[in-house]
């Protein structure tokens, strides 16, 4: 982790800082920085001094009620007019509070978002950003809880960020909002409070850029969100019994970076992929595919896959532990692929 | 509040003429789009305009060049109205590299933003949160610009022109709400979609002036438009109007039609707009009737000059499949 | 990345050399012109530097072999680093174990099913890509994975195995010529990159050959074998034949070859002595009641067995017959395998090839084979005399676990008594 370049008088220091405080200081950093830059979502501005999680916290003194606008509860409206404004030379980071909700403004991201640059024979651009959050494991239950990045990965036209530490959320946050097209940014709520070291001083993280969470040899674990964090407990507890695991965060899913990917089962020759979003047609499958594509000849064990269950997220606590991926089943699954029970 | 003939005073010469050109601009491009289609030299469909002239028409008259306009899948009339180009826009007819497009959109999606034209769309009531994402960023830039949201009858029932209409009012955005009512979703009639058609009792439930607007009077619709566009340009913020026009054609080409008799066009097509307008100058001396004749024959020429353009354009090749997804 | 180490050319006209030491084990640092291994070439032994410092990663190459030159023999880098892709692995799974010299690619012939491809077998894809790097036959590995899986690791153990027992057998000293007549160009199989800097052309084996070759090694390390020859007089069998093989051609249609004449010959030899006509079952003999005797054929391909079966029960004719049709089978690549299985005795011919007399390999598991020479006109005193007469060298190697050399001894007069009175073939 390098520091591009501290600002003139400060050193390259490097702090703790939560995911919230690092999104913040990517969207009080972008909004000094370009004037075009604006907030807007439900609750963003005054709630709690600025966002149900903080992320937004302090912007409205800073940057005042225009640039950090509360809405109405009009997804479908505020998301279109977040496209509005984009392809009439703003750059709007829109907040939809959780993921869940965008279901109300699909055809805004899908139908004009997506494709208007397309459409329009690339004589337009739209470059938004459309930040959400995803995740369980709070008891929200099911409408509040999910993880829906396949949706949007699926649609061409749209670019997909899943940042998992703080140091990530907010490199890959400044890079998404100078990026020209739109940009789905899904944070995840159990992450929101979790510590991280974040350099003072400028830096962006490009897309397309997997991570390397933590080198190994035995068995490539590739997850995004809190699946790193348990992915890298898991890889602890198997060190114990001597088999070295490699965690790798995509941390874009749209681009993805799969030679790194590739390059780490030709190395390890066995391959998990783990999610918190549902199995059926998550993400996962995607990735498996497209690294079996690039190392199929080095894989000694089928691909595993550790993801949410086929289930809405259920409100009682045993209930919901069970229906999400847990430590247990990354290392349950990474032995299976090393033929030990 | 509704408007009839209004005096001619507010409206220059220069502008009548102008309208009267660009009515005949878009019913000669929508009527050979009828034709083109028929011939099997078009994909997809048409939605014509024919009829509905002068919606469009009245409602560019009062816009600047540099405001914008949304539009709808019926969108040929609004974008030659704002200036469209109708040799690009015939080109995207037929699919040409040469089209606005490059042959990548089609009818729907014929856009060139850098006219305002923030695009035709394809979906009933895409184009409401775009106008209205335009006009909060016309007012955050300070530009003065104004925008015009096109719709149908149709799209009064999207819920996303209750969640705009509410933001362009609480925020003031320099937004102008302008349904056609053409009478018909598809084969739906309004009287049997639409709870409330009275444009003022819409528009007061955001504290908005609404009017009921003659969508087949030229003069009427310029002087409504401009009044709202005035308001909007000034910061006091969004106005509903509904202009009662109708679809001389079906909702696209090849449409059965079985849903309304043929002589039900017959009172509208008595009310045409362009017949009114060229009596009027004729009238008033403005234009002599064989410099009407010529305004006709010089469009319909010049949309059979786009025609060839368009012919003779290539198609966009296949290697530029992949170009312009992003940024 | 590790440095490869490559069999250097040391002269204009070398092609290939021995390494005869490694001066370091794997693991031992070597320091850049420090002296790493020692080659023998047909001139000299030489004495050759690293041209890297490091660490001795992996021996590709053992002592005692001969490799082409440039071809890469061992690895030297930082511990850790990994030789380049797809060199053998060096991974925590197979801590110390040297992994085999990656073989030319072998790929299956025409017809014949290439090792890795498979009906039934479960392999991962690695454990077939290495296996198609090895030239293992996957069908002859045992999976260890789940529901009987081949993985990497049971590839590069059955290699390794294979491997140390090579590197036993060239250890030894020199094996003879094989019993086969010389194989023409293999069939020419879809030929795989040779190994990275190898000189001189590389064929891989085709399915035949590498039967061959299993089998003749296997045979070579574990027969006790014993040679007898025995200059047998054929003046009467020359015109035994002579007499007969216009007749045979035209009232039956086969050619009447020596081969025929042998077979009948030894199939009778083989009921008088049955320890001639036993196997080795480990440790013990097998009598076996039916006498099938193998005839070695050459074809393009290389070597096969054709087994004509109960040749004890069979006339002369039919057994002529049966070699004719399975000769011509055989040269059409139609030799089923009912046909080549289940000799007890073999008979191989380099008498076309102007070969006198050999030390034939016996086919294991059969007691013995009997290699037959030229057939020609030599000095031979009778009573006294000088005369010049048709005599053949029969070579009779057995394996002297199963019988000794008396009983063998006594089996190959056996063979020429009847051979040298020749009506004995008929009506018998």
């Known amino acids: 982790m390098t520091v591009a370049a501290a600002r003139p008088g400060q050193e390259a220091a490097v702090r703790e800082l939560t995911y919230a405080q690092a999104l913040n200081e990517a969207l009080r950093e972008e909004m000094a920085r370009d004037p075009r830059v604006f907030v807007m979502g439900e609750d963003v501005a005054i709630w709690g001094g600025g966002g149900v999680f903080g992320v937004t916290k302090g912007l409205v003194d800073e940057f005042g009620p225009e640039r950090v606008r509360d809405t109405p509860i009009s997804e479908e409206g505020i998301t279109g007019m977040a496209v509005g404004a984009a392809v009439t030379g703003m750059r709007p980071v829109l907040e939809i509070m959780y993921v869940d909700f965008t279901a109300m403004a699909m055809d805004a991201i899908v139908n004009q978002a997506a494709k208007l640059r397309y459409m329009f024979g690339g004589r337009a651009k739209v470059p938004m950003v459309l930040r959400a959050q995803e995740g369980a494991g709070r008891g929200n239950a099911a409408q509040h809880s999910q993880s829906l990045e396949a949706w949007f990965c699926h649609i061409p036209g749209l670019k997909v960020v899943t940042p998992s530490t703080p140091y990530d959320a907010k490199g890959l946050l400044k890079t998404a909002i100078r990026d020209d097209n739109p940009v789905i940014f899904l944070e995840h709520k159990v992450l929101y409070f ?148 | 509040m509704t408007t009839t003939a209004p005096g001619l005073s507010s409206v220059s010469v220069e502008q009548l003429r102008w309208m009267h050109r660009t009515m005949w601009r878009i019913r000669a491009f929508d009527t050979k789009a009828l034709e083109v289609y028929r011939a099997g030299m078009m994909r997809g469909t048409s939605h014509p305009y024919i009829g509905m002239e002068a919606v469009g028409v ?68 895409g184009g409401m949160g775009i106008a209205a994402g335009a006009a909060l960023s016309a007012k955050m830039r300070g530009s003065g610009q104004v925008v015009v949201c096109f719709f149908g009858d149709g799209a009064l029932n999207q819920g996303v022109l209750h969640e705009v209409m509410n933001m362009a009012a609480i925020w003031k955005l320099p937004v102008v709400f302008v349904c056609e009512n053409n009478g018909f979703a598809m084969s739906a009639r309004v009287e049997n979609t639409v709870a409330n058609l009275d444009a003022a009792a819409r528009a007061n439930a955001y504290g908005i002036p609404g009017m009921e607007v003659d969508g087949m009077d030229v003069l009427a619709v310029y002087e409504a438009a401009s009044h709202a566009i ?71 020429q010049a949309v059979e000059r786009a025609l060839e353009f368009a012919q003779q354009s290539p198609e966009p090749p296949v290697e530029t499949l992949m170009e312009d997804i992003y940024a | 990345m590790a440095t490869p180490i490559k069999m250097p050319t040391l002269g204009l006209t070398m092609e290939s050399g021995v390494i005869t030491r490694w001066l370091k084990k794997v693991g031992d640092p070597v320091n850049k012109d420090e002296p790493l291994f020692t080659v023998e070439t047909d001139k000299a032994e030489n004495e050759v530097e690293s041209p890297v410092s490091g660490v001795l990663l992996q021996i590709v190459v053992p002592e005692g072999q001969e490799v082409p030159v440039q071809q890469v023999i061992a690895y030297v880098g930082q511990p850790g680093e990994m030789p380049a892709a797809p060199g053998p692995s060096v991974g925590p799974r197979a801590p110390g174990q040297e992994a085999a010299a990656p073989a030319p690619i072998a790929v299956g012939p025409n017809g014949g099913a ?91 084996l085709n399915r035949i050959r590498r039967v061959t070759a299993e089998r003749m090694a296997q045979s070579a390390r574990s027969v006790a074998r014993v040679t007898l020859f025995a200059e047998t007089d054929f003046d009467e069998a020359v015109r035994f034949r002579k007499h007969l093989k216009d007749e045979f051609e035209k009232r039956y249609g086969v050619k009447l070859s020596y081969d025929a004449m042998l077979v009948k010959a030894c199939a009778s030899a083989l009921r008088e002595f049955p320890i001639m006509n036993a196997q080795w079952a480990d440790n013990a003999v097998r009598y076996l009641p039916e006498v099938h005797v193998g005839v070695a054929v050459a074809v393009e391909a290389g070597l096969l067995v054709a087994v004509v079966r109960d040749a004890d029960r069979k006339s002369l004719v039919e057994i002529a017959r049966d070699i004719d049709a399975m000769a011509a089978r055989a040269r059409e690549g139609k030799l089923g395998v009912a046909e080549m299985a289940g000799s007890t005795f073999t008979i191989t011919n380099l008498g076309g090839y102007g070969v006198d007399a050999f030390t034939p390999i016996v086919n294991p598991p059969e007691a013995a084979i009997l290699g037959v020479g030229r057939i020609a006109q030599r000095p031979v005193v009778v009573d006294g005399r000088l005369e010049a007469r048709h005599t053949c060298w029969l070579s009779l190697s057995f394996d002297h676990r199963i019988v000794d050399g008396a009983p063998a001894g006594d089996f190959l007069s056996r063979v020429a008594e009847i051979i040298a009175k020749p009506y004995l073939l008929v009506g018998t």
């Not at chain 1, 047609?281 to 594509?293: N, Y």
């Not at chain 1, 993801?307 to 349950?332: F, H, S, T």
């Not at chain 3, 491997?163 to 795989?192: I, R």
Request: proline fraction near 7%; aromatic fraction near 4%; include cysteine.
């Open chain 3, 114 to 204: 290439a090792p890795g491809t498979t009906r039934e077998l479960r392999a991962s894809p690695l454990a077939r890509r290495v296996a198609r790097e090895l030239g293992v036959d996957l069908a002859q590995v045992k999976g260890s994975g789940p529901e009987g899986r081949i993985q990497e690791a049971d590839v590069r153990a059955f290699a390794a195995a294979r491997q140390q027992q090579a590197a036993a057998v060239a250890a030894a000293p020199s094996l003879a010529a094989p019993a086969a007549p010389p194989a023409p160009t293999p069939v020419a199989a879809e030929a795989a990159a040779p190994a990275p800097g190898a000189a001189g052309r590389v064929e891989p």
């Open chain 2, 58 to 125: 009245g409602v560019c008259a009062a816009l600047r060049e540099d405001d914008y306009i949304t539009s709808t899948h019926r969108g040929h009339g609004h974008c030659i109205a704002k200036g469209g180009d109708i040799n690009r826009m015939m080109a995207e007819l037929l699919g040409k590299a040469t089209g606005t497009c490059k042959g990548k959109g089609g009818s729907m999606h014929i856009a060139e933003v850098d006219r305002g034209i923030l695009g035709a769309n394809g979906i009933v009531g």
């Open chain 2, 230 to 300: 005035e308001r909007a340009r000034r910061g006091e913020g969004p106005s509903l109007l509904i202009c009662r026009t109708y679809r001389y054609f079906g909702h696209h080409a090849g449409d059965p039609l079985n849903y309304r008799a043929r002589e039900e066009v017959e009172p509208w097509r008595a009310k045409d707009p362009i017949e009114r307008l060229e009596k009027l100058l004729v009238e008033r001396g403005i234009m002599s009737q064989e410099e009407v004749q010529r305004v006709q024959d010089e469009e319909k």
């Open chain 1, 194 to 341: 979790t510590k991280g070291p974040v350099p003072a001083g400028e830096y962006t993280i490009p897309f397309g850029v997997a991570d390397v969470k933590r080198e190994g040899t035995d068995c490539t674990v590739v997850g995004i969100h809190t699946m790193v964090h348990k992915a890298l407990q898991a890889a602890e507890e198997l060190a114990q019994e001597g088999i070295s695991v490699e965690v790798i965060d995509p941390r874009t899913l749209v681009p993805l970076d799969v030679e790194t990917l590739a390059r780490s089962v030709r190395k390890t020759h066995r391959l998990v992929v783990t999610h918190e979003a549902y199995e059926r047609c998550g993400v996962g499958a995607e990735i498996a595919m497209a690294v079996m594509r690039e190392a199929f000849d080095f894989l000694d064990a089928p691909v595993e896959r550790v993801c949410g269950k086929n289930v809405p997220i259920p409100y009682a606590e045993p209930l919901e532990r069970a229906a999400l991926p847990q430590k247990e089943d990354l290392v349950a699954a990474v032995k299976r692929t090393l033929g030990r029970a």
